[in-house]
């Protein structure tokens, strides 16, 4: 289509609402992991809704637990006023990995959901061959999934989906497996599908991590917060359609949720660094070379950088930046100042000092703002020989953490601890070793 139109709301009633769910798991330690707090939201007719968020939001367990795949820990999901007990009849749901089974044609697998419904062979043939046509399949409904490139097996997961026409089609990162091009063509038939009047379904809830596909596809973008995952923020975008991402206002509502992003969440702030604990305030997962490698790019640009800009500029996701800004966030080595990344003084006597110095500065900053560290080197500091098991902290990590999570925790803390020559991990004993403070050397001394 090329008609320009405003984002269309048809009817506006709620079809499926969230109603203060939380979500639960029992950890290896049997202590309980939050992966959802008091999430709120209703999902109304007429709307595509975005949940945006970096990896630990806890997106894809909110998009299950609308679709009745996961069962909230507290609170409920209601669809058309009626609360779940199951799956979802008003759903279908299109996944990042395709999905498909692979001994199985195109048509076969876009008639699976309508077999599990019992609904009569003929029919089953004449609505799968309809939601083939209307994806774009027309003419492979014989082929087999290892005959089909990637954008073509999503487009047959779009049609297995689309052809239950249910009132909500839930979308997980649907475009992230596929190159650039074939992403960005697959979103723009989409969006012209969801424009026409037989679209067979009501309303759309894509999770994303990607901030311009939010902007492109969705009226309203859920910003979830991580540990546990929450909301942060609702924005609306009443942008036109078709949008285009290379107008001021587009960059502008892309800019805000940059901000949005990567600022402070109120909650981390309510504790100083001082007093913030190894679970409440996580390590990011980001190496030393990385959060210095971004922190020479802003001084190098004259202490002040354009987020997107930079992230354009260097190919990447924001998963893959992210971390590197909340790690020199957190060390107090750049600002965030919505959706820019400016230079601290901390950070440019940083980035500009002597490797020695750099050291020392380094050392100062994650003894005092990374709370894993310092309880490291409190810990190997009180310690009669300057030794301790990994396994102490990991057994601690994991009253927070899943496992997984917990060993990153760990990796990370020993790659800033090694750098800052705090202290060094031995992998055959899986031991933690405090390093002497090296002996001050006087301007005088021989």
């Known amino acids: 289509m090329t008609t320009t139109t405003t984002p269309a709301i048809r009817t506006g009633e709620v079809l499926i609402s969230v109603d203060a769910v939380s979500k639960s798991f029992t950890g290896a330690a049997g202590d309980e992991l939050r992966v959802l707090e008091d999430i709120r939201l209703d999902l109304r007719a007429g709307e595509i809704v975005a949940l945006l968020g970096r990896s630990g939001s806890g997106k894809s367990t909110l998009l299950r637990t609308i679709a009745g795949l996961v069962a909230p820990t507290r609170g409920g999901v209601r669809y058309r006023g009626e609360e779940l007990r199951g799956a979802n009849p008003g759903t279908a749901m299109v996944f990042q990995s395709f999905a498909l089974m692979p ?61 239950l026409e249910p009132d909500v089609l839930l979308m997980d990162e649907p ?27 009501k309303a759309i809830c894509v999770v994303t991590h990607n901030i311009e596909e939010a902007v492109q596809l969705a009226d309203r973008v859920i910003v979830l917060g991580a540990n546990p995952g929450h909301i942060r923020a609702e924005v609306d975008i009443t942008l036109a359609r078709p949008r285009d991402r290379r107008t001021p206002k587009f960059a502008a509502v892309v800019d805000h949720l940059y ?23 996580p390590l990011p997962a980001a190496s030393v070379g990385g959060l210095a490698g971004l922190v020479e790019i802003v001084h190098a640009r004259g202490g002040r950088v354009d987020l997107p800009d930079v992230a354009a500029e260097l190919t990447f996701e924001i998963d893959d930046l992210l971390p590197l800004v909340d790690a020199a966030a957190m060390l107090d080595l750049l600002l965030v ?44 500091a009180n310690s009669p020989n300057g030794k301790m098991r990994a396994d102490f902290f990991l057994d601690l990590l994991r009253r927070g953490f899943s496992a997984e999570d917990a060993e990153q925790q760990l990796d990370t803390a020993v790659d800033w601890g090694r750098y800052a020559e705090l202290f060094d991990y031995n992998t055959d004993d899986r031991r933690l070793v405090a390093i002497p403070a090296a002996p001050i050397v006087h301007s005088g001394s021989r």
């Open 337 to 380: 100042v919505g959706a820019d990344l400016c230079c601290t003084p901390v950070g440019e006597a940083f980035t500009t000092a002597d490797i020695l110095r750099s050291k020392e500065i380094f050392a100062d900053q994650v003894r005092g703002r990374a709370p894993l560290v310092r309880t490291i080197s409190t810990a190997l």
């Open 175 to 201: 475009f992230s497996a596929l190159d650039v091009l074939t992403a960005e063509n697959l979103r723009g038939e989409l969006m012209d599908l969801w424009e026409t009047t037989n679209f067979p379904t």
């Open 259 to 281: 901000g949005l992003l990567t600022g402070a969440d109120p909650d981390d702030l309510a504790a100083g660094p001082a007093e913030a604990t190894p679970i409440s305030r």
């Open 103 to 163: 001994w199985l044609t195109v048509q076969d697998n876009v008639e699976l959901g309508l077999a599990a419904q019992g609904v009569p062979p003929r029919e089953r043939r004449e609505r799968a061959l309809a939601a083939i046509d209307l994806i774009g399949l027309d003419g492979f409904q014989s082929a087999y999934p290892k005959e089909l490139s990637g954008g073509m097996r999503q487009r047959v997961g779009f049609a297995r989906a689309l052809v």
